[in-house]
């Protein structure tokens, strides 16, 4: 018999809490070994999916460790993330994080996250794997969609707001996957070599960032780092996570293939996930044979239950029911995060359309009118309803009254079309089929297909090519030729290379997969009820020969310190859009920074200008230079940005600070952060490459 409960209730309600610190201590004592050991394991996953479920994951809440039935102990009960709550029941679906990425809206990932945790708490979880803040190396990664971009600074901002918002409700938030996780089909086996700089630098500093925001739980990534499966890497766990930066929660690993032994445990693996393969009899007997230290063991329970105590020791912020589950104000809230989400590229004094002046108005590409809402693997999410693109066109109270729609599989069709139309938005893009996580057809031997590389039956995965198919490059050159008042709308999760054709339509915008109400926000944006705001939150280079080497059936592959915008300038590449570019339906002005140094703090103010007649959004970002250096460092980093309303001819003093500490670089000889005695600068402006025109400089003290 297992030694937890498996009557802990998935509902909205409360297990009982465990009180105080001293009880916890006084808890581990009177559990044997096997009970503990049942706690530091998720329980039946395995003869639910492959049983009941039916190979589908997902139609339910996990048991995911922790639990003790004659203490009276909860279990944690699992749902994934990261655009809502995967839990068997129809939930709010957010567009995807590289969207929310794309809106570089923290306050708006923050209120996000607690519409999750709301929802996780109706649900009947209490862990969500909702935070993933993963590099984005190179936009041929499959999962490049559930992480908010290529800068480690943006993602610890984005993921530490995400966090707070999950745990405002009471449900512990989960940091994933740690760490150096950008690969997608060779993600069980490859292993990632980083020299020390690179993996503090890069892709570490994020994670850092959510844990100092109070996350509690860290979810191991499947590859290797350094040699050492990051489920067993106790540089990684012990060293670093719990020792250097003092964490103070669990560490659970990713699902199915994130464990090869009860070694784990003394690396500082906390949980196995979803079931005890290879923790459960193993690690007892490991722990009587002595090469598990029980100490271990002890340490595991205690942080899982120092961390359920955490929760549930605060009040509730309210009660939680069903009703909470796609809510109105949800599904405004995901609205509203698509129409801030979607990237303006190009804009030939097309946009915004008015319908009134409009008398047909042709939609091509079966995208248009398909529901598109991004990976069909762990974060799949199923909403009670979806609003295609072609829906919330023909919706929109500004719509021309002839709208005319072509899926474009007969280029000279479409052409037709779009020749005796007054303007064109032609859809193309990807779908779960072209990218995401790499899964396998579900069944019994689904572990074995891992093992042996036969994917024969698999979908997603990581992109080889960064162009759109050759048919949708056909049709855009087929409808522009025809029409070249066309609007190019991309689905995608990441960068696309547009060097075929984007010299041709008038328009084109990023749409992401933008969530279950991205019809009605696409509208909006197109016929001008609100302007673009949403800049790109990665580079899209000109060729994908432009960038680092990226191999997703590779064995071993080396990270260093530069990829996205840093490896472009760095190489002198000219990139096609640059990093956190976007485009609004009025022109803003910069004037000139000006500096308050205080020695420890700089804040950089600069006045910006709305020089158009509608309101807009701006985006400033703040990058910290380094032309003085004497080691190898890049151009420069972004260190801050701040979101600014204006309306028509508004001007407004934006001022945004940093901290000389993120000035540092990690020194490997001396194993701490430095900061180099030389001047720096701060250069401040709409995107990576605009930022280079106005810079100051910040002396060194």
């Not at 719990?242 to 560490?251: I, M, N, S, T």
């Not at 979607?342 to 009134?356: A, I, T």
């Not at 899926?407 to 193309?428: H, K, N, Q, W, Y």
Request: charged share 25%.
């Amino acid at each position: 018999m297992d030694a937890r409960s498996s009557a802990n209730s998935q509902t909205g309600t409360k297990a009982k809490p465990i009180t105080a610190a001293g009880d916890i201590a006084d808890i581990v004592g009177q559990l044997s070994l096997e009970e503990k050991v049942a706690m530091m394991s998720g329980r039946d996953f395995y003869k639910r999916f492959f049983g009941e479920d039916k190979g589908q994951f997902g139609v339910r809440v996990y048991t995911a460790g922790s639990g003790n039935a004659r203490l009276g102990l909860p279990d944690l009960h699992f749902t994934d993330g990261p655009r809502g709550v995967r839990s068997g029941k129809e939930t709010t679906c957010f567009p995807v994080s590289m969207a929310r990425g794309a809106s570089w809206d923290v306050d708006l990932e923050r209120r996000i996250g607690e519409a999750i945790g709301v929802e996780c708490r109706a649900s009947g979880s209490t862990l969500s794997g909702a935070v993933c803040i993963n590099v984005l190396r190179h936009p041929a990664w499959g999962r490049a969609q559930e992480t908010y971009g290529e800068d480690p600074y943006q993602l610890g901002e984005m993921g530490a707001a995400l966090c707070e918002g999950i745990q405002a409700h009471n449900v512990i938030a989960t940091v994933k996957h740690f760490a150096a996780n950008s690969i997608e089909n060779a993600r069980f086996k490859v292993d990632v070599r980083l020299e020390e700089r690179p993996l503090r630098e890069v892709y570490l500093p994020h994670f850092k960032r959510v844990i100092d925001a109070g996350c509690g739980s860290v979810m191991s990534a499947y590859n290797k780092v350094n040699g050492d499966y990051c489920g067993h890497n106790a540089y990684l766990i012990r060293d670093i996570l719990k020792g250097e930066w003092g964490f103070k929660g669990f560490v659970h690993s990713d699902w199915v293939k994130g464990v090869y032994g009860p070694d784990a445990a003394a690396a500082g693996l906390d949980i196995e996930n979803p079931d005890a393969l290879f923790f459960g009899v193993n690690l007892i007997r490991a722990v009587q044979e002595g090469s598990v230290p029980e100490a271990a063991v002890d340490e595991a329970v205690t942080r899982i239950l120092e961390t359920q105590q955490a929760i549930n020791e605060r009040s509730d912020a309210r009660a939680y029911d069903a009703a909470d589950i796609s809510c109105p104000d949800h599904v405004a809230l995901t609205r509203e995060a698509a129409e801030k989400s979607m990237v303006l590229l190009k804009n030939d004094g097309l946009l915004p359309l008015r319908g009134d002046s409009i008398g047909t108005l042709a939609v091509i590409g079966a995208l248009a009118d398909t529901v598109n809402l991004g990976d069909h693997g762990s974060s799949h999410v199923t909403p009670p309803h979806a609003v295609t693109l072609l829906e919330g066109l023909k919706a929109s109270p500004r719509a021309p009254a002839d709208i005319r729609f072509d899926d474009g599989s007969d280029p000279e069709r479409a052409a037709a079309l779009a020749a005796g139309a007054d303007a064109v938005i032609l859809v193309a893009g990807y779908t779960f089929e072209d990218e995401g996580e790499f899964v396998p057809m579900p069944n019994q031997e689904a572990l074995d297909e891992i093992e042996s590389g036969d994917w024969s039956e698999a979908r997603g995965g990581d992109r080889l090519s960064l162009a759109l198919k050759d048919e949708d490059e056909a049709l855009i050159l087929a409808v522009t030729q025809a029409n070249p008042r066309t609007l190019v709308a991309i689905m995608s999760g990441s960068a696309v290379t547009m060097e075929a054709w984007r010299h041709q339509p008038a328009a084109i915008m990023m749409t992401w997969y933008p969530g279950m109400e991205g019809g009605n926000a696409f509208a909006r944006l197109v016929f001008g009820e609100v302007s673009p705001s949403g800049r790109l939150p990665f580079t899209i280079p000109a060729s994908a020969d432009d960038l680092p080497f990226f191999d997703r059936d590779a064995d071993r592959i080396e990270y260093g310190l530069y990829h996205g915008y840093t490896w472009m300038e760095k190489e002198g590449k000219r990139p096609a859009f640059p990093f956190g570019f976007g485009l609004a339906y009025a022109p803003v002005t910069y004037g000139e920074p000006v500096l308050d140094d205080t020695g420890d703090r700089a804040t950089i103010h600069v006045d910006i200008t709305n020089e158009g007649d509608v309101p807009v959004i701006e985006t400033v970002q703040l990058y910290a230079g380094f032309p003085n250096t004497r080691i190898d460092r890049p151009n420069k980093l972004l260190r801050g940005f701040r979101r600014v309303e204006l309306a028509p001819g508004e001007t407004q003093r934006a001022s945004l600070s940093v901290d000389r500490d993120a000035l540092a670089w990690y020194d490997p000889d001396a194993r701490d952060w430095a900061i180099e005695p030389v001047d720096h600068t701060l250069h401040v402006g709409s995107n990576s490459t605009d930022a280079e025109t106005r810079s100051v400089v910040w002396p060194h003290r």
